[in-house]
C-alpha cells in the first residue's frame, strides 16, 4: 500500500484479523509455511508436475506427506490438481495465480539464502564458527 493511503471503511472491513485463532488466513500460512508445504509451492514454480514427478523432486518427503500438503494447497486455492482418465489415473499438479504470487517470495527467499551459504554444504554450527559469530558460552560471574 502506497505511503499516505487510508483504508476506506469497506477495504478496512474485509481485512482479516490475522492474530486471531480462527482467522481463516492462519491456515493458509500454517499449509504455506509448514515442512513440506514450502517444497511443493517452490518446486512447481518452474512447471506443472505429475505426482511421481513431485515426489522425486522433494527429497525425504513420503508419499502420504505429500499427499496430505497437496490436498490442503488445493484446498486452499494455491494448486490445481488435473486427474487424466486413463489406467492408472495421472495426475498433474501446478500453481493458481493465487500460488504463483505466494511461491514467488518464497523462491527469493530460498535464492536468498542458497547465493549466501558457502559451497560445499557446511553446517550451521560450521558456519557460524568459521565467521567467529559462534556463541562463546558464558562466562561464570563472581560466587
Do not use: N
Amino acid at each position: 500500500m502506497a505511503e499516505g493511503v487510508q483504508l476506506t471503511q469497506a477495504e478496512a472491513d474485509h481485512r482479516y484479523e490475522v492474530f486471531h485463532t480462527d482467522c481463516p488466513a492462519r491456515d493458509v500460512v500454517d499449509h504455506v509455511t509448514s515442512r513440506w508445504g514450502v517444497w511443493v509451492l517452490i518446486s512447481l514454480r518452474s512447471s506443472d508436475l505429475r505426482f511421481h514427478e513431485l515426489r522425486d523432486s522433494i527429497r525425504g518427503i513420503s508419499e502420504k506427506m505429500l499427499a496430505q500438503t497437496l490436498r490442503a494447497l488445493v484446498q486452499d486455492g494455491l494448486v490445481w490438481r488435473e486427474v487424466e482418465p486413463t489406467t492408472p489415473p495421472q495426475v498433474t499438479y501446478g500453481l493458481t495465480e493465487f500460488g504463483q504470487d505466494v511461491g514467488k517470495p518464497l523462491t527469493d527467499l530460498f535464492d536468498r539464502i542458497t547465493q549466501r551459504l558457502p559451497p560445499g554444504g557446511t553446517s550451521a554450527a560450521e558456519r557460524l564458527s568459521a565467521t567467529g559469530q559462534a556463541r562463546q558460552p558464558a562466562t561464570p560471574g563472581p560466587q
